[in-house]
């Protein structure tokens, strides 16, 4: 195939010296993603959705999952990657970006499947840049990237199953980031030597819009504990032209429901730049299962960047009550809808957890280990 140019070539954002269709690493796990939550502050509905290039493997995918009560809505979407960037669609999902890190609109339009919503997202705050995330398996890189999260509102319509449902910043929030790099894709690699001293995941991201502040944190540990990846940080709102305030090495606490790993409350322990503490609760509405029908962790239908042919679209409608599926929830990351307490102030946001394997800290020795 002769290399041609494709349309970003036009704009001078070149950050390797090749065409802006190829990357600057050989790595087969390039991708380059988006991920928004969309949620009503009681827990009661919650929507998710994302889009996905995966420049080395030929694939673009997108996903769109919404939970009612115990019924989540799921439809995922693939094709192969074409060489217009800017043109952020998949099948019957499409991303636009109205105003870039401020405006995007997300349009699903599969009816047919149960499931569709046109929605205009604006960020509350600036969006801010993570650190970088660097993730080994013993001297593999398994994950490189690079992320920024904001926090913000919706507005516009859903309808699922029989209903729809408006949506608005009255009892409504939203959240997203968007992140680029290497993680593994697409069908799975041979994973070479198994972990030594017990394999365990456990992460926490927390991004919390408040009415004058919002605050983001990350964190993720080994089985030991030991924090690979830290930030807590409050953000202002852009006309106040006070720049984003780290907040220290964020401590959690987490209540995990008797005799399982989910989280029905935490506590996050920060220190101003005064050396003030500064306290988060959070109590968690309602979650959706990335697992179940969004392609992530041990999704067994469906995973990212997977080669599923032209024009595929495939929906899924779950019982979460269901033992089948209730059994897939715990083992990958799960987005609970957060109420947020922080030094008077409330807000509302996302408690993205997982807790999966052994983890010192928690108490738990292996996959097995709930809470007492």
């Not at 890190?101 to 149960?114: F, K, Q, S, V």
Request: charged share 25%; aromatic share 10%.
């Amino acid at each position: 195939m002769t290399a041609t140019p494709v349309p970003l070539d036009e704009f001078p954002i070149h950050q390797a010296p090749v065409s802006m269709r190829y990357f600057g690493t050989t790595d087969r796990n390039v991708y380059d993603r988006c991920i928004m939550q969309c949620f009503e502050h009681s827990g009661e509905t919650e929507l998710i959705t994302g889009l996905g290039v995966y420049p080395h493997l030929g694939v673009m995918d997108a996903y769109a999952s919404v939970r009612r009560g115990s019924r989540q809505w799921s439809v995922r979407t693939s094709d192969a990657l074409g060489t217009n960037r800017m043109e952020q669609f998949v099948g019957p999902i499409r991303f636009e970006v109205l105003e870039p890190l401020r405006r995007i609109r997300a349009i699903c339009d599969a009816a047919e499947h149960g499931l569709s919503f046109d929605l205009t997202y604006e960020g509350a705050f600036p969006a801010i840049e993570e650190p970088r995330h660097v993730h080994r398996s013993a001297d593999l890189v398994v994950l490189d990237a690079c992320r920024f999260v904001q926090v913000g509102a919706w507005e516009g319509v859903v309808r699922v199953g029989d209903d729809e449902i408006t949506v608005s910043d009255d009892g409504w929030s939203g959240a997203r980031d968007r992140s680029w790099g290497i993680r593994p894709v697409g069908e799975a690699t041979p994973p070479g030597r198994p972990a030594e001293g017990g394999a365990g995941f456990w992460w926490c991201w927390v991004p919390l819009r408040f009415e004058d502040f919002a605050i983001v944190v990350i964190t993720q540990e080994l089985p030991d504990g030991h924090r690979i990846l830290n930030e807590a940080v409050r953000i202002f709102p852009e006309e106040s032209g006070r720049p984003p305030e780290q907040l220290g090495w964020p401590e959690v606490d987490i209540t995990y429901r008797s005799g399982t790993r989910h989280p029905e409350r935490a506590s996050i322990h920060l220190t101003d730049r005064d050396r003030k503490p500064l306290t988060l609760e959070i109590e968690t509405r309602g979650f959706i299962a990335l697992a179940v029908g969004c392609g992530y962790g041990g999704d067994p239908e469906w995973t990212h960047g997977q080669w599923k042919g032209r024009e595929w679209v495939e929906a899924s409608t779950y019982d979460l009550d269901d033992p089948a599926i209730r059994g897939r929830v715990p083992f990958s990351v799960i987005d609970h809808v957060a109420h947020a307490t922080c030094d008077g102030a409330e807000g509302f946001g996302i408690f993205e957890h997982a807790s999966i394997g052994r983890h010192d800290p928690s108490g738990f020795a292996d996959v097995g280990a709930v809470a007492p």
